[in-house]
Every structure is written in C-alpha cells, then in structure tokens.
C-alpha cells in the first residue's frame, strides 16, 4: 500500500526537492493521504486536546461573546456565524446552546462552518443535527456568502502551511526537504539565496512566514471593514514577531520528528500573531490583542461559569470544572492560559469586542 511517505519521495525524486509549505500542504490537506482527510485526531485516544475539547465552557463563553458582538453590529439579520477548522464541532455546539438565552440572536443566525476535511465535516454534521440551527459547510471562508459575519477560530491558523528561511554564511536560504544517500526525507536549504529578505540574523536563525495566513487575514480584515462584523482567533503563538523554528509534530500527546510520519501525526506552527495583525490592519481593520488566553477567558467570565456550574447546575461534577478551568486559564506547565493567545479583528465602527476592552476601562 502506497502511503503520504512514500508519495512524497517519489515527488521529490522525480521533481527535486519541495518547500517546508509544500510538505505542510501535503502532509495535513492531501485529498488520500493528509492528516485532518480521514481521522479524528482530538481527545485522550487522539494525538492533542483542545480548548472545546476540554470544558463546554469554552464554546459557551464564545456563544455568549458572540451574542454581545451581534448586538454591537445592531442585530443585523441575518447575520453569518461562521467557524474556520471547527474540528468535531464541539465550539460550534456548545456556543449554540449558550446562545438559546439570547433568542433573536439565534434566530438572527445563519452558520457556516469551513473545513476542508470531508471526516471531520461528517461529525461536525452529526453533532449539530439538533441545534436547531440552519447550518452550511464551505471548503474556504471565500466561500461564505456576503453580509454581515461574527467569525471563530480556535486552533485554526496554526494549521496553515509556513515556508521557513534558515540564515546560512550571511544569508537567508529557504528550507527544503529533500531525500538522503538512504532515500529518506531530511532538511536542506535552497541552492539560490533569498536576497530581498533584508533582516539581519546571525547564522542558524530561521525566519517563518505564512503567505496562507497572509492572504486569509487580509480577506478577513477586508471583508468586515466592507460588510460589518468581527473575528475571534485563538491560538497558540507569539505577540511579537522573532526569530523561530516552531514547525512541531504530535502523535499520541508527544513531540515526535516533522519529517518522521508525514500524514500520521498533526504538524503545525505557532502563529505570528504580529505578522497576521499587520495583514489584517493592511485591509482596514481593527486589531485587538493578542492577549493571553487566561486574560481574555477571564475576562468575557469564565470564572462565574465555573462558579455557576459547579455550584448550583451541576455539584457532582464540581472538580471536573474547576479542574478544567485551570488548565484552560493556568499560566503553568501544561496548561494553556498563556501559550494561548486570543486577537480579534473588527470592522473600525464597533466598539471594542468583548474581552478586548481597553486596559483603563478594565481598571475601573
Ligand atoms: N477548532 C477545533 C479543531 C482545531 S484542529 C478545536 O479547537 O477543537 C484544525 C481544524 O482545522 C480541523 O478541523 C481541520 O480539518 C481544519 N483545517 C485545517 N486546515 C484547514 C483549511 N485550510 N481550511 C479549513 N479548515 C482547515
């Protein structure tokens, strides 16, 4: 049986050596044989966890977060409620439910979910049959038709492919993959220097950019500045571009080689919350953020949730939210309240989005 493995030597052996994008673009999106194509990598028995994942309150809160930033728009029905990469669907349905207390928004909504994985497309649909909710699927947020959009995405960016530039004798180099005297894939870097690239480095420095990121920010920015609304993007990343080699593979909640399983483990790469920001500012809009993961859950309630469920709905399960509020909001090892980052982008007529509130207005 042919596998990912195998098709990319055969591609490299036959065309030459492919960019760490390519390799990314192939190993999560090829139509076989990519990662997200015909699995579900989440949860205990999968190879990571995430925020829904772990607590429904996480997509409740976003529910809620959302509500707020419609009646900031001035309640346009409909509105769009579109998630990009929603995984099981476990935001989307847990973020619907939370919504039920602000009924004409619900009944303002019109949902899109963009995901290239027909598998994960499959559970998203078996999950949210109930809602209640008019729901569509779109292969690209280009896809979703016009007007007005709320826009969520958790884990989303950090999945979309980077090309990486390694500094060498004084110069920057784009990073290849290419086959060994054994046949088997490793690192190099181009022939021919990138010499329009004009920062400095010292030799051994790599330099990530994601041109898919780019063009997706600049859409999203042009697009709410143009017909009104927000977007909600958390993810794990810096607030400050650097230098970095951040491409990471996981299998079974463990660091193993990118190179090593192409298709059998996720690959991704933080995000540059600096470099998306200035995309989306390049289109017109308004950038709040990156905070961190803890400031923002704090701030839109997490902590009255939990208060809320473990006392009064649901006190046998009190640990278990407690638990899982700590790991969302911890800033420890392990927990994601500060690898986490969360941004919004806005159309510049609202007000600040929920969470995002300037730091005076915090204090007071
Ligand atoms: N948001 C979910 C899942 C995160 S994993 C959660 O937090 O649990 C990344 C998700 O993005 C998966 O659903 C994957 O299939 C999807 N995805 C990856 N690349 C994509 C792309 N280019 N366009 C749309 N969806 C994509």
Known sequence: MTTLVDEIKAMIAERGP????????????????????NRDPFGASGDFTTSPEISQMFGELIGLWAAEVWSSMGAPKPVRLVELGPGRGTLMSDALRAARIVPEFREALDVWLVETSPTLAATQHDLLIDSGAAICWAQSFREVPQGPAIVVGNEFLDALPVRQFVRVSGQWRER?????????????????????????APNGEVLEVSPSGHRFMF????????QGGA?????????????????????????????????????????????????????????YGPIDQSDFLRAIGIDLRTKALADRASPERAEEFKRARARLVGKGQGEMGALFKAMAVADRKLRPPPGFQPAAAKSA
């Open 231 to 287: 977007a909600l993007l958390i993810d794990y990343g810096h607030a400050v571009t650097g230098f970095r080699d951040t491409l990471q593979a996981l299998r079974a909640h463990r660091h193993v080689d990118p190179l090593a399983a192409p298709g059998d483990c996720d690959l991704t790469a933080h995000v540059d919350f600096a470099a998306m920001a200035r995309s989306a500012s390049a289109a017109g809009a308004a950038v």
């Open 219 to 226: 859409e999203l920015g042009a697009r709410l500045v143009k």
């Open 176 to 200: 290849m993959v290419r086959l060994n005297g054994d046949g088997e894939l490793t690192f190099d870097v181009a022939r021919t220097p990138e010499s329009y690239i004009i920062a400095h």
């Open 18 to 37: 492919i960019t760490v994008e390519r390799y990314m673009q192939l190993a999560l999106g090829h139509p076989d044989f990519g990662y997200y194509m």
